[in-house]
C-alpha cells in the first residue's frame, strides 16, 4: 500500500490487488513498534550498527544504511499522513527500549503500531482514489521476453479469473509463517509472492533464516510479547526450576529471542516440558501489576488460553514469527525481472540478515515499500505498455479447471498437517544433517502427492479451499526453498542453528544464499553480502 | 466435550438448495477454543465447502463478525465452552444488517461505502497541518482508533436496519476520528455534510454499536462528540440539532422536557401539521403530552443555576 500511495502520487493509474481487504493484512497484528533514530542523543549510524550486528552481519550494509537514513522522515511523513504515534510527557513522539537496540528508538502507537500504520495506509489509499480488487488472489505474474506484463487474479467472490495487465507490478504479500504449525502470523500469511517470484523466474534469498519467537501459546500460535519477560516474568520447566538460569545467567529470561528459543526447545526435548510446552510464570508479579501493566497479555491468555496468568503459569513455546529471507531485490527494490518490484516482509533486500531485530520490519515496510513505489514509477515513465500474452488466462483458468475437476484424492488439509510437522520437527529451531535430509525427503514426498489432490468444493462462490490449495503449492515451494538453504549452509549464524556445526564460518559463509526454480527443479547459488562500515565481529550481548 | 454448532448454510448458486438452510456438525471442542477453531476444524475434517472469513485469529484484522447465539461476535475471541454454557446451544449465523453472499460471508461493500463517504483521511490546511498533537489531544481521538473495521457495530444498529443509506455507527466513528484531530483543518464542512439526511443526527441511541464493539470504540461516544461539536459550530440547520436544542430550552425553561412543544420546534410550523395525525393517535390512547399544562418541576431555579454555570463555564474556557 505504501508502493501504491507513492505511485499514485506521482500521477499514475494505480490499483491494489489484495486476497484479503487490504485493512486485514497481517501487519495489522504488530504490537510493539518501529525504529527510527529520532533524538539528537542517537544516531543513523548507532541504528545500522545495531541492525548489522542483530543480522549477524549477513545484513548487506549499504542496503541497511538507507534504511536506517530514511527512517525518521519516513516516520514523520506517517504523522504527516495522519498517524499519532505516542507522546511523551513533553509532547514529543514516545520511543522505547527494544531488543538488541543500543538506544530506546523504538516508536509506537500505544499497543497497536501495526494496525495504526496499517489504517493510515488504507486512509491515503482512498485519499488518492487507488482503485482496491479486494478477495482478488494473484495466482500467477506474467513475465514475457523478459519482462512484467501483470497478473492473474481469481475474485473469490465469483470464482472468476481476470487478467490485470500493467506496465509494473510490485510484490508485497508478506511473510510465510503458515509453513509451520506453531506461528504467531495471520491464516492468510501463506508466503504466496515468494512462489509466485519464484515461478516467473526470480530466485528467493536466505530462506533458510527462519526467526522463531520464544514466547508463542501452543494450538493458536498468539504472541505473548516481550513486555511479559521485560516486566519480570520467569520461565520455568516441568521441575519448577527457572531453566534460563542455566543458559544465559546474566541476563536469564531477557536474552535475545534465538537464545532463548533454543534453550526452551532444549528443556523440551528432553523431556522438562509441560504437555510440549515450558511455563511463563507471572503470579510473583502480583494482580496489581499483571492487571495494569500487562492487560493486554492477561487479556489474550484467559482468551486464546483459556488460563489467568494471575492465578496460573501460561504454557508457552517457540513458535515461527518471521521470514527474513524472500524475493530477491537491490536496494530500490528491483528484482531480476524489469517491472517487477518488491518490498516488505516478502522481498529480501537484504536488511535483516539472518536475524531480524524488533521493530525494524514494520520500518523495512515503510521505507522500502515507498522505494518500491518511485522505482516502479520511474520504470513506468521510462518504458512503453508492452502486450498481455493471450495463451496466458487460457492456460490459467485451464489450470484451476484441471484442479476443480479432479474426482479422488487426498484432503489438502492433511497434506498441509504433514508439511507442518515435517518443517517444525526436522527445519526447527535446531538443525542438522540428518534431520533437514528427512526433512527434504518428505516435502518432496508431498510435492507429488499435491499434484493429486482433490478438492471438497468443487464451486465458484467463495470457494475457501480452492484457495488454501493454491497456498499450498506455494508453501510447498518455500519450504524446499528453506530446507535446501538450510541444508547447505554449514554452518550457525542467526536463527540458522546447525547442531552439527554450530560456529559462525565467515570464511566460507559470509554469503547470501539463492534459489532459483528452472524448469520445476530447484538450483542454489551464492552472491556477496555487502560490508561497508563495520567488519564482521563476533556477536555477543 | 461434544457439541452440536448449528449453522446457517446459504449458496445462491446451488441449483439444488438455492435458499438458505441450517446444518448441525459435532465437534470435540478443548478447553480455550474459539469458535473460529470449531469452524476451522469443520471445514478441515467435515465439510470443506463451507465458507468464512479468518485471517489474524486474534481479534485484530476484522475479518470473522459474525452472528452467534444471535449476537454479533468476532469468532476468533469467543470461547465456545462458556458460551455454550451460558447461552445452551451454538448457532452461527452471518451478519445481520447485511446481505449474505455464501454461508457466513457477507456483501462488505456497503460498509466500505460508507466509510469512504466520511473521507476517512486526515485534510489538514497549511495552517493547521504543523499543530502539535499533545497526550491529551491524542486522548481524545484513541477510542475511534481502536476500530478494527469489522462492521459488528453495523450489524447491530437499529437506525440502519430502517434505512440502508443512514451513515452507521463504524463510520460516524471514523469520521470523529478526523473532526476530534488538532491538525484536521476542514472539521466545520465535515461536521455539515455530516449533519445531512442518513448523517449523524438519524442515530436513535439505542447504544447497540457501544454494546457489540469488540474493541472499545464506543461509537454512540463518538456519535455525541460528533453531535455537540457541531452545535458548537453553530451548525442548527437540521432537525437534530434542533431537537437537541428544544431539549435544552425546555429543560431550562420548565426543568422538564416539554414534549409537543419540541416537535413543533424541531420540525417547524407545515412539518408539525404532518404529525397531527399521529398526534390524534396518541391522544386516543391517552398518551399525547399536553402543552398547556407544562407545570414547572420544583426546584426549577437549582437547573437554570446548573445551565447558568455550564455557560459561565463556557466562556472562561473560550477566554484562556
Ligand atoms: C504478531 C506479530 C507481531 C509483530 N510485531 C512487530 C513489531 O512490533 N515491529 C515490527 O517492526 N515488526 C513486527 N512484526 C513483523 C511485521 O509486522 C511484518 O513483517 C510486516 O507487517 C509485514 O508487512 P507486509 O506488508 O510485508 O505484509 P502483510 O502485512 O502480511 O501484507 C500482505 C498482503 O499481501 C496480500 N496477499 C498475500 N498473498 C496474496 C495473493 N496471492 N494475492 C493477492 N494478495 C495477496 C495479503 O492480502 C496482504 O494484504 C510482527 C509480526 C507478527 C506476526
Ligand atoms: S446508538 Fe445509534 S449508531 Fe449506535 S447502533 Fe444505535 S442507532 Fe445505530
Ligand atoms: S466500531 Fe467497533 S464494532 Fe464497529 S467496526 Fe469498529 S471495531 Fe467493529
Ligand atoms: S480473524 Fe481477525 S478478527 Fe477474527
Aim: a neutral charge; charged letters at 25%.
Amino acid at each position: 500500500m505504501r508502493a501504491a500511495i507513492e505511485a499514485a502520487r506521482s500521477g499514475l493509474d494505480v490499483a491494489v490487488v489484495s486476497k484479503i481487504y487490504p485493512v486485514r493484512s497481517h501487519s495489522v497484528a504488530a504490537q510493539g513498534g518501529i525504529n527510527a533514530a529520532l533524538k539528537a542523543a542517537d544516531s543513523w549510524e548507532a541504528h545500522m550498527f545495531d541492525t548489522v550486528k542483530g543480522s549477524d552481519y549477513l545484513g548487506d550494509q549499504d542496503a541497511i544504511e538507507v534504511m536506517c537514513r530514511e527512517a525518521p522522515s519516513d516516520i514523520l511523513e506517517l504523522e504527516r499522513m495522519g498517524a499519532v504515534f505516542s507522546r511523551d510527557s513533553e509532547g514529543n513522539i514516545a520511543q522505547r527500549p527494544f531488543g538488541g537496540a543500543g538506544y530506546p528508538r523504538t516508536c509506537y502507537l500505544a499497543d497497536r503500531t501495526g494496525h495504526g500504520m496499517l489504517h493510515v495506509m488504507y486512509e491515503q489509499l482512498v485519499k488518492h482514489g487507488v482503485f482496491i480488487y479486494d478477495e482478488w488472489h494473484v495466482l500467477r505474474l506474467i513475465v514475457e521476453d523478459g519482462s512484467a506484463r501483470g497478473v492473474i487474479a481469481l475474485e473469490l467472490d465469483t470464482g472468476k479469473l481476470h487478467r490485470l495487465h500493467s506496465k509494473s507490478v510490485v510484490i508485497a504479500t508478506g511473510g510465510y509463517g503458515r509453513v509451520y504449525r506453531t506461528t504467531t502470523n495471520a491464516l492468510s500469511s501463506t508466503g504466496d509472492g515468494m512462489g509466485l517470484a519464484l515461478d516467473a523466474g526470480v530466485p528467493l534469498m536466505d530462506m533458510e533464516f527462519v526467526q522463531f519467537h520464544p514466547t508463542v501459546l501452543p494450538r493458536t500460535g498468539i504472541l505473548m510479547t516481550e513486555g511479559a519477560r521485560g516486566e519480570g516474568g520467569f520461565l520455568v520447566n516441568s521441575k519448577g526450576e527457572r531453566f534460563m538460569e542455566k543458559y544465559a545467567p546474566k541476563v536469564k529470561e531477557l536474552a535475545s529471542r534465538d537464545v532463548v528459543s533454543r534453550a526452551e526447545q532444549t528443556e523440551i526435548e528432553e523431556g522438562r516440558g509441560v504437555d510440549g510446552c515450558v511455563l511463563l510464570d507471572l503470579r510473583h508479579l502480583g494482580a496489581e501489576k499483571i492487571k495494569t501493566r500487562l492487560s493486554q497479555i492477561r487479556g489474550l491468555a484467559i482468551d486464546f488460553a483459556g488460563v489467568d496468568p494471575v492465578t496460573t503459569p501460561v504454557p508457552v513455546k517457540p513458535g515461527s514469527h518471521y521470514s527474513m529471507g524472500g524475493i530477491a531485490v537491490d536496494k530500490d527494490c528491483q528484482t531480476a525481472v524489469p517491472g517487477l518490484f518488491a518490498a516488505g516482509e516478502s522481498a529480501c533486500v537484504s536488511v535483516h540478515g539472518a536475524n531480524r531485530l524488533g521493530g525494524n520490519s514494520l520500518l523495512e515496510t515503510i521505507v522500502f515499500g515507498r522505494r518500491a513505489g518511485v522505482s516502479a514509477a520511474e520504470y513506468c515513465k521510462a518504458t512503453e505498455a508492452k502486450p498481455f500474452p493471450d495463451s496466458a488466462l487460457r492456460e490459467a483458468c485451464h489450470s484451476v479447471a484441471m484442479i476443480l475437476k479432479r474426482d479422488a484424492g487426498e484432503s489438502i488439509f492433511a497434506l498441509k498437517s504433514a508439511m507442518n510437522d515435517a518443517m517444525e520437527d526436522f527445519c526447527g529451531i535446531f538443525r542438522n544433517k540428518e534431520r533437514l535430509a528427512k526433512g527434504y525427503g518428505k516435502i518432496r514426498e508431498l510435492q507429488e502427492r499435491y499434484k493429486k489432490a482433490a478438492l471438497g468444493d468443487r464451486s465458484d462462490y467463495f470457494n475457501n479451499e480452492l484457495l488454501h490449495y493454491l497456498e499450498l503449492g506455494q508453501m510447498l515451494d518455500i519450504s524446499e526453498c528453506i530446507l535446501l538453504g538450510a541444508m547447505n549452509r554449514e554452518e550457525s549464524r542467526g536463527s540458522h542453528f546447525r547442531t552439527d556445526f554450530p560456529k559462525r564460518d565467515d570464511v566460507n559463509w559470509l554469503r547470501h544464499t539463492l534459489v532459483h526454480k528452472e524448469g520445476g527443479e530447484f538450483r542454489l547459488g551464492y552472491r556477496d553480502v555487502s560490508v561497508t562500515k563495520f567488519k564482521p565481529e563476533e556477536r555477543k550481548y | 466435550m461434544k457439541i452440536q454448532f448449528r449453522i446457517r448454510r446459504y449458496n445462491p448458486n446451488d441449483r439444488n438448495a438455492p435458499e438458505p438452510y441450517y446444518q448441525a456438525y459435532t465437534v470435540e471442542v478443548a478447553l480455550g477454543m474459539t469458535v473460529l477453531e470449531a469452524l476451522l476444524k469443520i471445514s478441515e475434517e467435515q465439510d470443506s465447502t463451507l465458507s468464512f472469513r479468518k485471517s489474524c485469529r486474534s481479534a485484530i484484522c476484522g475479518s470473522c463478525a459474525m452472528t452467534v447465539n444471535g449476537f454479533s461476535r468476532l469468532a476468533c475471541n469467543l470461547q465456545v465452552l462458556p458460551e455454550f454454557q451460558k447461552m445452551g446451544g451454538m448457532t452461527i449465523e452471518p451478519l445481520a444488517n447485511h446481505r449474505a453472499v455464501k454461508d457466513l460471508v457477507v456483501d462488505m461493500t456497503p460498509f466500505w461505502n460508507k466509510m469512504e463517504k466520511v473521507n476517512p483521511f486526515l485534510m489538514p490546511t497549511e495552517k493547521t497541518a504543523s499543530n502539535a498533537v499533545s497526550a491529551e489531544d491524542e486522548e481524545l481521538i484513541d477510542q475511534s482508533q481502536k476500530c478494527i473495521m469489522c462492521a459488528c457495530c453495523n450489524a447491530e444498529c437499529n437506525a440502519l436496519e430502517i434505512d440502508e443509506r443512514f451513515v452507521a455507527p463504524a463510520a460516524l466513528a471514523k469520521a470523529w476520528r478526523f473532526v476530534g484531530d488538532v491538525r484536521e483543518g476542514h472539521g466545520v464542512k465535515r461536521l455539515e455534510r455530516l449533519s445531512e439526511e442518513h448523517g449523524m443526527w438519524d442515530c436513535v441511541r439505542c447504544v447497540h454499536c457501544t454494546q457489540y464493539c469488540p474493541k472499545g470504540v464506543a461509537p454512540l461516544k463518538q456519535i455525541e462528540r460528533l453531535r455537540s461539536a457541531a452545535m458548537k459550530a453553530g451548525i442548527l440547520d437540521n432537525p437534530g440539532a434542533k431537537h437537541v436544542e428544544a431539549m435544552a430550552e425546555s429543560v431550562e425553561k420548565f426543568g422538564r422536557l416539554d414534549e409537543a412543544a419540541m416537535t413543533f420546534k424541531t420540525l417547524g410550523f407545515l412539518k408539525s401539521l404532518g404529525k397531527i395525525p399521529l398526534g390524534i393517535r396518541m391522544e386516543l390512547h391517552g398518551k399525547m403530552p399536553h402543552p398547556y399544562i407544562v407545570p414547572q418541576i420544583e426546584g426549577i431555579e437549582e437547573v437554570r443555576e446548573i445551565y447558568r454555570e455550564a455557560a459561565a463555564r463556557e466562556k472562561e474556557k473560550k477566554k484562556e
